[in-house]
């Protein structure tokens, strides 16, 4: 053989060895075009239990966001989604966000969804250099000195106080029954309805009821007997509307508010027919009545069913894609850590940035910069719900 035969063969094993590393023979190349790298991008709620279907619905906003990402091609590693299955559970949280925090890849957790959870992982997370950013709305949550916690909606207080001024102003309220399941969430947008309400209240303080169960007669009595001409459940979509079936069955036939928790069609499997009227307040936007919205929402049908988008999902997805595009501005070299502390600096960044949902901010401490202005009035017709509007406009038509 030749000295320029072997030197032509050299060459060419060489060429076909660059090649093969830049996924030659076939391979398509990853989102990177090199797929050298991955972050992943945390979920953690309830995915199964009693919230399932409200937890899921959320999740679908941060799947959408991710999967966009890596079909763009524009984040220079393939990004990942860790989900662990909390069920809602403040006990079951802990153990998960440990798990989550131990995955060396791990940049961010689109989480928790509720309140509880958020109060029993927000330090772990602040420790480890980890933002987060999720739908509990318990006021406290911005009093625990959380570095890296970012609230994706507006807190209890605003709701509550929204809430009770709807009650009163634009449904004319004069006697009205508040009630809770006495979890944090729960609870705490009770006392903030409570706090608004005046001297409307048939009593000072909430009934409760025990959500392991399902017969809440008792509860039920003690409210027929008050004579309320309204009534108020703060808590999640199952025990709403159980509570709205056996108060209706009971006689007690007044307009009925629920929230953001219990903003989901499994309300209806509890209350049948009752569910009819039914109203809730969310500080969750209606996309539908959002302009340049409408693509979004057809795309979440398309993907994820007639249901699509549920409450919160348009939040999730608008804080998960503030936190891809500041990965953007790295180049997928950096320290586990330095991409980490960048998310987090990308939040404190973020003033006025327009997601589907609304406009986002944090003040220093984690809060979103929301107002009343974020809260909305729900109803529920016929088969399903519909928005009625932002709470602010519908108070002051009256």
């Avoid at 302009?291 to 057809?298: H, R, S, Y």
Wanted: aromatic residues 8%; proline residues 4%.
């Amino acid at each position: 053989m030749s000295r320029k035969l072997m030197l032509l063969i050299a060459l060419l094993s060489a060429f076909a060895l660059v090649a093969a590393a830049c996924g030659g023979d076939g391979d398509e190349p990853g989102p990177t075009g090199e797929g050298e790298c991955t972050w992943v991008i945390g979920g953690m709620g309830a995915y199964s239990g009693p919230a399932a279907a409200l937890g899921e619905r959320i999740y679908e906003g941060t799947e959408k966001a991710v999967n966009e990402a890596n079909e763009a091609g524009d984040v220079p590693c393939t990004l990942e989604i860790q989900k662990e299955d909390s069920q809602g559970d403040p006990n079951q949280a802990p153990a998960l966000a440990d798990k989550l925090i131990e995955n060396e890849e791990l940049v961010f957790c689109s989480c928790p969804y509720f309140s509880g959870e958020t109060l029993a992982t927000g330090a772990k997370f602040s420790q480890a250099g980890i933002a987060i950013s999720g739908t509990g709305t318990n006021e406290t949550i911005d009093e625990q000195g959380y570095e890296t916690w970012f609230r994706a909606v507006a807190p209890d207080n605003i709701q509550g106080a929204v809430a009770a001024q709807y009650i009163t102003e634009a449904a004319g309220a004069s006697a009205l029954a508040v009630v809770h399941d006495n979890q944090d969430y729960s609870k705490g947008l009770a006392d903030a309805v409570i706090e608004n309400a005046g001297d409307i209240l048939v009593q000072n303080k909430a009934y409760v009821i025990d959500p392991e169960e399902t017969d809440y007669s008792a509860v039920v009595a003690q409210i027929n007997n008050a004579n309320p001409d309204f009534v108020y459940y703060a808590g999640y979509y199952e025990e709403a509307g159980l509570l709205r079936k056996q108060l209706t069955e009971a006689g007690v036939n007044v307009p009925y508010m629920s929230d953001d928790g219990a903003l989901d069609p499994g309300y209806a499997e509890g209350a049948g027919d009752a569910a009819e009227g039914t109203l809730w307040s969310c500080p969750c936007a209606d996309p539908l009545k959002i302009e340049g919205a409408q693509d979004w929402v057809d795309q979440m049908k398309e993907e994820y069913g007639e249901n699509a988008p549920g409450t919160f999902a348009a939040d999730m997805y608008d804080v998960t894609k503030i936190v891809i595009d500041g990965l953007k501005e790295l180049d997928g070299d950096e320290d586990i850590e330095e991409v980490r502390a960048h998310v987090v600096e990308t939040f404190h960044n973020a003033e006025g940035v327009q997601g589907v949902a609304k406009s986002y901010g944090w003040e220093d401490n984690g809060e979103f910069q929301g107002g009343p202005g974020d809260i909305w009035i729900y109803e529920w017709k016929g088969d399903g719900f519909e928005s009625l509007g932002p709470a602010q406009e519908l108070i002051e038509q009256g």
